[in-house]
């Protein structure tokens, strides 16, 4: 990172920062072509989970090149008069995987909604064949925190 001032490697502050948002965006390539997708997602020891359609273009490019990056931004806040921004984000790389079993997908559902504060569920079979769950493992991570207090 350039600006080593802005940097932050504590796993804790990281982790708070990808358990607190709500939000993120999900890059994605196939070959020269990249896929970016904003989404929201759940956290839960070290992995993002995902909810989507059975088919799309998710899919189609996590199948092809499970490898992805993805981005969460907290406070984003331009500064009048300074040219800049405060936040917090966090960038990282994963791999991907497409969870298709019933179960795994009634656990990442969970966590998922957990997330958000819900409490866990037991969601039916026939509910369940009507989504995907894709699982993201952090492989690596970035944080950046600017102009915060």
């Known amino acids: 990172m ?6 932050v490697t504590d796993k804790k502050i990281i982790e708070a920062i990808l358990k607190e948002a709500i939000w993120c965006q999900l890059a994605m390539s196939d070959g020269d072509q990249p896929y970016i997708v904003p989404l929201n997602y759940g956290y839960h020891e070290n992995s993002l989970y995902i909810h989507c359609a059975p088919e799309g273009m998710k899919l189609d ?8 990056a993805f981005n969460v931004t907290l406070d ?35 966590h998922l909604t957990a997330h958000f504060g819900a ?9 369940l064949k009507t989504i995907v769950m894709i699982k993201v ?13």
């Open 76 to 110: 984003a806040e331009y500064l009048e008069g300074k040219l800049t921004m405060r936040y917090r984000s966090v960038n990282g790389t994963g791999v991907a995987s497409i969870i298709e079993d019933e179960e795994g997908k009634r656990q990442a559902l969970n």
């Open 119 to 127: 409490e866990p569920h037991n969601h039916s079979a026939e509910s």
């Open 137 to 149: 493992e952090i492989v690596s991570t970035t944080c950046k925190i600017s102009y915060m207090e």
């Open 2 to 7: 350039r600006n080593k001032k802005k940097e």
């Open 61 to 68: 490019f996590i199948r092809k090149n499970p490898k992805v």
